[in-house]
């Protein structure tokens, strides 16, 4: 029986912070509170939030907040997700240390702890400085992980303890903290708040990625199994990629204000084909300055976004039926349950998109459909992990 590895249990619970997380920073989008702290990471110069008639009063009196005067619905959200955001960002750490700490014999970690050390460090002088680093600071993440693709390439993926993985993740947290900043500084230019939402996407998805590695465990199957997995596995990749797609166009919709574009279903403001303007929908080169906060494009724009996304749940649910159907008619035990998963979360995932529209956008659906693509995310990466590292029965007994 195969042991899990040093890890397992603490990168589980990054996993459930990530839930966590992921669901707070939608809530945050969907009440309108994504700038109700205007400075960063502190909210009105607080480490919580003010709270008092007279840190409120001190707050709006303050020549950096004349323009942003408290408002106290939206600051705790804004705050509480930031402060969980920062614990999973010293869990990453943690879980990082720890992979070094169990490290094999003669894995090179010395430039990898370095580099970081220089991330991390010129991310906190950004947070002193301002935003004069950030040139600085987009180098130092394409030091880091240049020099983590260069020793992926040099000394591959180890059968043993991860550690290019918990580094990358270790990373990515803190290339996620600044994602989180630009989207304040730059008052939710929409470019940066999609790029944030992914990379809550990916932190998640990268967590879940190393708990079934440290879990140690593959599926067992026989030659001919084998066989039919190698047919299979170019359609799985290809699934988690239409995945992927659909997840970036609901974060554009999200991040442009365009989910409500189209109040009605199966149509759209009442027409089958409404006016719709790509070009301006689609316009990824929008200027950095105005305060996006509502969104600013016009209606024929949002209706394209959101038909887009519309059409591409579309796309995703035919290809996971597909999928589905593919793994169910392996006869494989595995591959069956996996068939069962994939339906369960799409059929989920379906109906908090539809009950959106039906219900009128409320709150709770609204954060469960961002968490529900979270979810269908992770069991792709589930299904294709179990594809690549399936072994034949002997080897895993």
């Known amino acids: 029986m195969n042991q899990t590895k040093p890890g397992y249990r603490l990168t589980l619970l990054a996993c459930a912070l990530a839930v966590v997380v992921v669901g707070l920073g939608a809530f945050t989008r969907l009440v309108d509170a994504g700038l109700g702290c205007p400075d960063w990471p502190t909210c009105y110069g607080h480490v919580l939030w003010p709270d008092s008639q007279e840190e409120i009063a001190a707050a709006n009196a303050h020549p950096e907040f004349e323009a942003t005067p408290v408002e106290t619905d939206k600051t705790w959200p804004e705050q ?92 990515f947290l803190i290339l996620q903290g600044l994602f989180g900043m630009w989207t304040v500084t730059l008052k939710l230019w929409p470019q940066v708040v999609t790029a944030h939402l992914l990379g809550g996407f990916t932190v998640f998805a990268l967590l879940w990625l190393l708990a079934l590695r440290l879990r140690n465990q593959r599926w067992a199957v026989s030659a001919a199994g084998l066989t039919a997995i190698e047919r299979l596995k170019p359609f799985a990749m290809v699934a988690l990629l239409v995945v992927i797609v659909q997840v970036a166009l609901g974060g554009w919709t999200t991040s442009n204000y365009a989910a409500v574009a189209c109040p009605d279903l199966p149509t759209c403001q009442n027409e089958w084909l409404p006016e719709m303007d790509f070009a301006e929908g689609f316009n990824i080169t929008q200027h950095i300055g105005p305060n996006y906060l509502g969104g600013t494009m016009d209606n024929a724009a949002r209706v394209a976004i959101h038909f887009s996304h519309r059409i591409g749940a579309i796309i995703t649910t035919l290809v996971l039926l597909i999928l589905a159907w593919r793994l169910r008619q392996t006869g494989l035990a595995p591959l069956q349950r996996m068939s069962v998963v994939v339906t369960a979360a799409l059929v989920l995932q379906v109906c ?20 529900g693509g979270a979810l269908l995310l992770l069991t792709l990466v589930t299904l294709n992990y179990g594809l690549r590292t399936a072994a034949p029965q002997e080897q895993t007994s």
């Open 80 to 171: 509480v997700h930031r402060l969980f955001a920062s614990s999973l960002g010293l869990l990453g750490l943690i879980i990082f240390g720890l992979s070094l700490k169990h490290r094999p014999e003669g894995t090179p970690w010395e430039g990898t702890v370095a580099l970081l050390a220089v991330l991390f460090c010129g991310t906190v002088a950004r947070i002193i400085y301002g935003d004069g680093l950030d040139p600085y600071l987009w180098k130092m993440v394409a030091a880091y992980f240049g020099w983590l693709a260069w020793l992926a390439i040099k000394t591959g993926t180890s059968p043993s303890q991860p550690v290019k993985l918990p580094a990358f993740i270790a990373g």
């Open 352 to 371: 908090l998109g539809l009950g959106n529209i039906l219900l009128k956008f409320p709150l709770w659906v609204t954060v469960s459909h961002n968490l």
